[in-house]
């Protein structure tokens, strides 16, 4: 083993093949440890470090130092200011210390930690384990399965590789602050943690969590599950059959291209289906619901929501609450059903393009259960057309239809005055005609 060691001012000072100790002291100092297992130390001024060959445990301490383990497992500390690591080949671990640091990992699997400053890390080529720590860092783990989180301040994270992306699945968390994160190729599971977080999963089928804050989360290609936690978030599935979560706040959730899973959760959401065969559930709050294009399932839940299938066979349940149903272009089924019996205070929906011959209002017997299921629609005796409300609450069919409002009613009182336990259930806003076909009871 040999001991070296520099001067108060600036030192070259180079080591052998064997184990050496190097300590620069003060000044600008320029080092290599050359083969062995080094321990060098840099001291006061600007210096610059090359490990060389060997396990070495490189220090900094003060100074904008710059240093380079070179090959094997290298232990590299960059101490105060602003330095400059590189790990080169070699399962290294890397910390900046303070000061705006630039971390490059290099070829292994490293760790490395920015610590406090707005810090540079970049893992490269292997399975790294990056913390940005304090500051408003910019972090891309390479290529390799990563773990990255950003650490206190606003940060980019970036699981791809800068040059070609190796679809590596990667973990990255952004904790506290505005966080920017890039999942790459691979399936990647992303958080955005707390503050306000913009979260891209880019390829593969990724897993993302806005956490807290009003984040805007998108899953870009693959079938990703994204759910926006607390705040007010904007969710987007892009391509693929994707599973879309608002949580709480009021949310904005579009599935894009895929057959999608999106439920609003609590909060006044707004859930668009876009292309493909789409299930969107409303849950709490007064909920719009778009289907788009495709065979769609649309459950408004509780609260007056709005439902749009538009284009295609879709399915319309409004749940509690006086809710607006329009099917759109193509056979729709308007569906009621609150999976308890019939009370007065479910609500009255209005349906406002509903087509006689083509359209379809399903009553289910879980709410109305008063009603016989029949093939073909309902039990002519159980359905009339009356033209009052009066006659509606006197007649003795369980389904009255005021033919000259558009008011649709469950009377489970027969002849005598009032409903008894039913009640106006639907408005059809768009037609007078109505018969007993135009219905299915299951």
């Known amino acids: 083993m040999t001991t070296i060691e520099g001067t108060t001012g600036p030192d070259i000072l180079n080591g052998d093949s064997l184990a050496n100790t190097i300590f620069g002291r003060l000044g600008d100092d320029i080092i290599d440890g050359d083969l062995g297992n080094d321990t060098i130390g840099g001291g006061g001024g600007n210096d610059t470090i090359d490990g060389g060959d060997g396990a070495d445990s490189l220090t900094g301490f003060t100074g904008d130092d710059s240093i380079d383990g070179g090959d094997d497992n290298d232990t590299i500390q960059g101490g105060d200011d602003n330095d400059t690591l590189r790990g080169q080949a070699g399962d290294d ?155 709480a706040g009021n949310d904005e959730l579009l599935g894009n291209r895929g057959n999608d899973r999106i439920n609003g959760g609590n909060g006044s959401d707004t859930l668009v289906g876009g ?14 619901l778009i289907g788009g294009r495709g065979n769609d399932i649309m459950l408004g839940g509780n609260g007056a929501d709005i439902l749009e299938g538009r284009t295609g066979r879709d399915r319309l349940n409004g749940g509690l609450g006086s809710d607006t149903l329009t099917g759109g272009a193509g056979r729709d089924l308007f569906i009621f059903n609150t999976n308890t019996a019939f009370s007065t205070d479910i609500g009255v929906d209005t349906i406002v393009d509903f087509t006689p011959g083509e359209d379809l209002i399903l009553l289910d017997t879980r709410t109305f259960t008063a009603l016989t299921p029949i093939d073909g629609g309902i039990d002519a005796s159980q359905f009339e057309v009356v033209t009052t409300d009066a006659d509606a609450a006197t007649s003795e069919a369980l389904i009255t239809y005021n033919s000259n409002t558009g008011a649709l009613f469950y009377n489970q009182n027969g002849n005598a005055p009032g409903f008894g336990n ?21």
């Open 93 to 247: 671990v890397l910390r900046g210390g303070n000061g705006l640091d630039v971390i490059d990992g290099g070829i292994g699997d490293d760790i490395i930690d920015g610590g406090a400053g707005a810090d540079s890390l970049i893992g490269w080529i292997g399975d790294d384990s990056i913390l940005g720590a304090g500051g408003n860092d910019t972090i891309v783990g390479g290529a390799g399965s990563d773990t990255i989180g950003g650490g206190e301040g606003n940060d980019i994270l970036d699981g791809s590789d800068s040059e070609a992306d190796d679809g590596a699945a990667d973990s990255i968390t952004g904790f506290t602050g505005n966080d920017s994160i890039s999942g790459g190729g691979g399936d990647d599971t992303l958080r955005g943690g707390d503050d306000n977080d913009t979260v891209d999963g880019g390829a593969g089928n990724d897993n993302i969590q806005g956490g807290n804050g009003n984040d805007s989360l998108r899953g870009a290609t693959g079938n990703d599950r994204i759910s926006g936690d607390s705040g007010t978030d904007i969710l987007q599935g892009g391509a693929g059959d994707d599973t879309l979560l608002g949580g």
């Open 422 to 442: 039913g009640d106006q259930f639907a408005l059809l806003e768009n037609t007078s005609v109505l018969e007993a076909a135009d219905f299915t009871v299951r």
């Open 275 to 288: 292309i493909g065969n789409d299930f969107l559930l409303g849950v709490n709050g007064n909920d719009v």
